[in-house]
């Protein structure tokens, strides 16, 4: 079987984000999109346990996509779960240095592991998790964005609302 993961923050998940885990569901067998903590950036918006459920609420109609989080390294995290790829978005020539580098990394600390990068359609390369974050918090529309079923938790998280319940989030 093959099985590949998607890491990443996903602070909260983007459409971009879910352009890739599509294309990269119809490539492996498996794909697990793996939260994980990023210990060189600050608290998020929505905690790691948010997050997954966010992410499992928008890939619910992709019966080979999984979802899980880790706050270890994510070679290890490849070698415990069977999986020798890992699959990365490229939005820009710019994040082509820094994902090669971790590539490199993550091959150094799991040598059966390597790294497939998907680009960004044009029409998301704009967008980051930090960009819907601060328009979000302005109030922007954010339909081109985020998913639309967790616009509402995106909206009432960034700014400092509890999260709605399940019955009252768009279908």
């Known amino acids: 079987m ?3 993961i998607y890491p990443g923050s996903f602070d909260p998940v983007t459409l971009g984000h879910l352009n890739i885990i599509k294309r990269a569901a119809v490539i492996f067998d498996e794909l697990i999109v793996c939260v994980c903590v990023n210990s060189a950036k600050n608290a998020g918006l ?3 346990e948010e997050r997954v459920e966010l992410i499992r609420r928008v890939t619910e109609g992709l019966p080979n996509v999984k979802v899980d989080r880790t706050s270890h390294l ?3 995290y490849a070698r415990q ?6 699959v990365k978005g490229l939005r820009a020539v710019s994040d082509y240095e820094n994902e090669i580098q971790m590539a490199m ?3 150094k600390l799991y040598d059966r592991l390597d ?4 680009y960004t359609r044009p029409k998301y390369a704009y967008l ?4 819907v974050k601060e328009m979000a918090r302005y109030g922007a529309d954010l339909r081109d964005f985020v998913p639309r079923q967790i616009i509402v938790d995106v909206e009432a998280k960034a700014r400092g609302l509890e999260l709605p319940r399940h019955e009252e ?3």
Request: hydrophobic share 40%.
């Open 81 to 86: 779960h069977g999986a020798q790829v890992l």
């Open 105 to 107: 990394l993550n091959n």
């Open 2 to 4: 093959r099985r590949a």
């Open 169 to 171: 989030r768009p279908q």
């Open 128 to 131: 980051s998790s930090t960009v």
């Open 74 to 76: 994510v070679a290890d």
């Open 115 to 118: 790294t497939v990068f998907l």
């Open 46 to 48: 929505f905690t790691p």
